[in-house]
């Protein structure tokens, strides 16, 4: 009977803290602002986004539980390794139910991207033949626009945004098309004040999630959830958690040094 009595306390033990500390491997990739790597600590919008809704949902998290992998290599895990998580990921039709979902966490914003000054108008894709376009070489944004029409002789294909973006700014090239947020962020750390430029045509917007591998627990995806709709609501002020989050990464620093 003592014994029966033991595994039942251990039982219970272990159950409880299976939701309250579950071994979970959370992974992201390297796609600044929303999840990249800063002196070997992940940061990033989407990353103190997840990190906060596990701590309100009971789960702490180290620094170092949050690693960077390889997006193939994430994808590959998640559906195939019970207790990973994987962020930020759009949530396809494809992929709606190969995981457990929470979210949004971010919307993203595939676009073309010029500056104001220069008012320029695109109402299709046929307008785009008279202006040079800044590409990533390979990337999403460059497939969507060759997949619409755009040859690639059209295009200045370099193999990373910032050269692309430098362009942009000194008029050498008329249009970028990228991941606006992302356009954003870099912008900022170039010294660019992104709020010279606009977004003048939209290819693709997309909602970013936190998936989790199917047969996570469903009390735990519940309270993740909820821990994200809380953080939304707005405060005092009329800003919520989440939109000083956000602000710290894509809006431009007043002289005081706040974010407008």
């Known amino acids: 009977m003592k014994k029966i009595i033991y595994l039942l ?22 796609l600044p602002p929303f999840n990249f790597s800063d002196h ?17 949902a009971g789960v702490s998290m180290d620094p170092e539980d949050i690693q960077l992998y390889p997006w193939t290599r994430a994808y590959h895990k ?17 992929r709606e139910n190969l995981f457990c979902w929470v979210g949004p966490l971010l919307d993203v914003t595939i676009g073309i991207i010029a500056k104001k000054n220069d008012h320029i108008t695109i109402n ?3 307008d785009l033949e008279r202006y040079r376009i800044g590409s990533v070489r390979d990337g999403a944004p460059e497939q969507l626009l060759i997949k619409r029409g755009v040859p690639q002789k059209s295009l200045e294909r ?14 050498r090239i008329d249009l970028f098309v990228f991941n606006v947020q992302t ?20 290819l693709k917007n997309l909602e970013l999630y936190l998936a989790l591998h199917r047969q996570t627990d469903h009390q735990l995806v ?24 956000v602000g710290k990464y ?11």
Request: charged share 25%; no cysteine; proline share 5%.
């Open 40 to 56: 070997g600590e992940v940061v990033g919008i989407s990353t103190e986004i997840v990190r906060h809704i596990f701590k309100q």
């Open 124 to 126: 299709s894709i046929a």
């Open 183 to 202: 356009t954003r962020y870099l912008m900022l750390r170039l010294g660019i004040n992104p709020d010279e430029y606009e977004t003048v045509f939209v």
């Open 78 to 94: 998640i559906q195939n390794s019970p207790g990973t998580a994987l962020f930020s990921m759009a949530r396809t039709e494809k």
């Open 222 to 245: 519940q309270s993740l959830q909820k821990s994200l709709d809380k953080m939304k609501i707005p405060d005092a002020d009329g800003l919520s958690l989440f939109d000083r989050i």
């Open 9 to 30: 306390i251990i039982f219970t033990f272990f159950s409880g803290w299976s939701f309250a500390q579950p071994s979970l491997l959370v992974m992201t990739e390297d």
């Open 250 to 260: 894509l809006f431009v620093p007043d002289k005081n040094g706040d974010r407008i």
């Open 158 to 171: 370099l193999a990373f945004p910032e050269p692309n973006i430098k362009k942009l700014q000194a008029g």
